[in-house]
């Protein structure tokens, strides 16, 4: 007879979980729901590019969003639920690093996206190209005038 062990892994005590536990957590405000809103949006949109890179980047770039925002929920939250001393904000600490990691990220991806765009835009003529045609075509005008004048 075969015997299945579980494991059990600990709850993680990221924002400081005894700073969160047994409170009930505030609900969303007007502020986050929109965000949220706007998150699905890009996803959506994101979705139906039809470059399939694109369209994963900012899928995952998305995912990792609405990570951002819970964190912001969870650490605004902690912070407003306590005293304001250095031991909880010590205990509060590494969630707004994972913050600031999964922020560092949504902007890695967002630049590599907005890369791939400009990738596929159609270079304009270089305004550059245009000026030494202009310039002989003035310094040649200058040089029969002066010619004229003798």
Request: charged letters at 25%; glycine letters at 4%; hydrophobic letters at 40%.
């Amino acid at each position: 007879m075969e015997t299945r062990t579980e494991i059990v892994h600990p709850a993680p005590t990221m924002v400081g979980a005894d700073d969160v536990a047994g409170a009930n957590p505030a609900p969303p405000t007007a502020s986050h729901a929109a965000r949220l809103r706007r998150v699905h949006d890009y996803q959506a949109r994101s979705l139906e590019k039809s470059d399939s890179l694109e369209a994963n980047l900012g899928s995952i770039n998305s995912g990792l969003m609405c990570v951002a925002l819970w964190l912001d929920e969870m650490i605004e939250h902690a912070m407003a639920s306590g005293p304001r001393d250095i031991e909880r904000l010590a205990r509060i600490f590494p969630a707004i690093e994972m913050h600031l990691r999964v922020t560092r990220q949504v902007d890695r991806f967002a630049q590599i996206e907005l890369r791939a765009q400009e990738a596929r835009q159609p270079k304009p003529p270089s305004p550059q190209a245009a000026v030494p045609c202009l310039e002989h075509s003035v310094q040649g005008d200058i040089g029969q005038s002066e010619d004229s004048e003798s």
